[in-house]
């Protein structure tokens, strides 16, 4: 990730503006500087740290922008108007492609370019040889890839171009699910995911996958698992047989048309292969029901800001199937917070940022709206209302 470290900072008189690069407030706290900058709509934070006797400059990870270009001419702006004696840079990075229309960056793309399409979901594609396959095979189906690293991507988005069924996203599959709308794909396939066998709280299926699996199938949609892992492909069928009447089809060293690179490594090895084919998956759970909270009412006095972090400075709240903890406290003014908070599922968790101050507002987007999240906000919600802390 491009940064650089210098050894002198000049006042940071904001808001301030160049070459289309907006420095728009900072909020800081005992270790790190927070610099929000707006370019071409698109907002995020230049973190800056001060360890021993430098300062080091860069992205913050969680609000960083889909384009590095932007990072990096920001960088560029305040290294010429805010700091002296800058001995150290990294500036070079391997981004992702921008003019590739096959990949999206934001959930919000994302689900515009799904809606009303057949849609196939491949998580973890790897190599790609899968996707590509089911795309030229289904012409009339979107492709949807997930993928969490980097260089799959790129790879893969090189070997689309010349798809007009693919969509390729970076994200962890698990939040993914929980953001699309229900019934609105044909196929799921994971093949040959991370067996996690010393850490299965790390694996892509569990009961909530699952669910979310249901939620999102259409009514003869299917679920395809194929592994080298006897011990995934058993607790992947455990975990689908908690419903009223799937159906399976389940087989063992079955040859498919495409093979992945791993496939071919295992079938070299003489490993036995499993595939295991779920449907008819009847999820009875009742759908969201809870309101959305109305944190932006609030108004805030300075006693109760202090009163906020004096209490729940990096407080953490568990509750059985989501949690919500305070992260960070940063000063924007005399008169307001800047909070940053993670919230949500355990194994999805969301980071969000708000501004407390007369009001509160999310500085980036609201969380999105699934049913771990919302109990968070709720639960945020309830700790902003106690009388206790004074607010206004």
């Known amino acids: 990730m491009p940064n650089f470290k210098a050894k002198k900072l000049k006042k940071l008189d904001l808001p301030f503006e160049k070459d289309g690069v907006k420095l728009l407030w900072k909020a800081q706290n005992e270790k790190t500087i927070l610099i929000l900058v707006l370019i071409e709509e698109q907002k995020f934070f230049l973190q800056i740290k001060k360890e021993q006797d430098e300062f080091i400059i860069k992205a913050d990870k969680h609000s960083k922008p889909s384009k590095i270009s932007y990072l990096q001419k920001s960088l560029e702006v305040f290294k010429e108007n805010f700091c002296e004696e800058v001995f150290s840079e990294s500036f070079k990075n391997k981004a992702l492609p921008q003019k590739t229309t096959c990949i999206v960056n934001d959930f919000d793309e994302l689900l515009v370019r799904l809606k009303n399409k057949k849609i196939f979901i491949e998580i973890g594609f790897g190599s790609g040889r899968h996707l590509l396959f089911q795309a030229k095979q289904n012409p009339e189906i979107l492709m949807l890839g997930i993928e969490i ?18 969509l390729l996203i970076q994200s962890d599959a698990r939040l993914l699910m929980s953001v699309l709308s229900p019934n609105c794909v044909e196929k ?205």
């Open 188 to 392: 799921i396939f994971l093949h040959f995911p991370v067996p996690w066998e010393k850490k299965p709280h790390r694996r892509v299926v569990s009961e909530a996958f699952c669910k979310e699996c249901a939620r999102v199938l259409t009514k003869d949609g299917v679920f395809e698992l194929r592994t080298d892992s006897f011990e995934y492909f058993d607790f992947t069928l455990k975990n689908f047989l908690e419903f009223q009447n799937p159906k399976f089809c389940i087989k063992k060293n079955e040859n498919l048309e495409i093979s992945s690179k791993y496939e071919d490594r295992w079938k070299r090895q003489n490993k036995n292969l499993y595939d295991l084919s779920v449907w008819n998956l009847n999820n009875l759970e009742e759908e969201l029901s809870l309101e959305e909270p109305k944190l932006e009412t609030l108004s805030f006095t300075k006693q109760s800001l202090i009163n906020l972090q004096k209490k729940f400075n990096n407080q953490t709240f568990k509750e059985k199937d989501f949690f919500l903890h305070f992260q960070n406290f940063y000063k924007l003014d005399e008169n307001a917070l800047l909070l940053k908070i993670s919230l949500g599922a355990f194994n999805k968790p969301e980071i969000a940022y708000l501004s407390l101050g007369q009001n509160l507002e999310f500085v980036f987007k609201k969380p999105f709206r699934t049913r771990e999240n919302l109990k968070a906000l709720k639960k945020l919600e309830q700790i902003l209302y106690d009388k206790n802390l004074e607010f206004s």
């Open 149 to 166: 690293y980097t260089p799959s991507l790129t790879q893969v988005a090189k070997l689309a171009k010349n798809y007009d069924n693919i």
